[in-house]
């Protein structure tokens, strides 16, 4: 049986925070960059306030905060070291976020255990490479909180199984 905010039965939803593309002057406490981060922050915040219930609303929606993931990525990396212009340029490694009542906090790929010396700044001097496949992140939502089978895998990311990632990693979710 299912009441309040997800009696319309949505699945997945999406939406654009655009302006990432910060080749000049990005700022670092203030200016485009910060400002856009402080944008993803609140809505964040937003999100997980409103769907636990904990916002104030005469409707009394039921929390469906346990039953939600929300996960953020980009279309492509950005340096980590600022260019000559004070912003960042395009670049392979990027980061995501990915919250909800059922997700494992943490921060993973951060420690100096999976990044061997000399391999942070691998591409360049100054790209970082890519550590986590972003498919291996969405896979897991959909089979462990979606409850997609995982032979569906080769469906859903064609070439995913071929590219030797596995169906069955454990990780975020819990």
């Not at 001097?125 to 969405?138: E, H, K, L, N």
């Not at 939502?141 to 990311?157: A, K």
Request: charged share 15%; aromatic share 8%.
């Amino acid at each position: 049986e299912s009441t309040g905010l997800d009696a319309n039965g949505t699945r997945i939803s999406g939406l654009e925070l655009s302006g990432f593309d910060t080749h000049t002057n990005q700022g670092k406490l203030a200016g485009t960059q910060p400002n856009l981060l402080n944008w993803l922050g609140y809505g964040l915040k937003s999100v997980r306030v409103a769907l636990s219930g904990a916002a104030t609303d005469p409707r009394n929606y039921n929390s469906i905060w346990n039953k939600t993931v929300v996960a953020t990525m980009s279309e492509c990396g950005r340096t980590s070291k600022e260019n000559g212009s004070l912003g960042s340029d395009h670049a392979n490694g990027s980061c995501m976020f990915v919250e909800g009542g059922n997700v494992n906090g943490g921060m993973y790929n951060l420690d100096g255990s999976t990044w061997p010396a000399g391999t942070m700044f691998a591409i360049n001097g100054r790209y970082v490479s890519p550590r986590t496949d972003y498919r291996s992140i969405f896979w897991e939502i959909m089979r462990d909180h979606m409850g997609v089978l995982p032979g569906s895998l080769e469906t859903i990311f064609p070439g995913y199984t071929a590219a030797g990632l596995s169906s069955q990693e454990p990780g975020i979710i819990q």
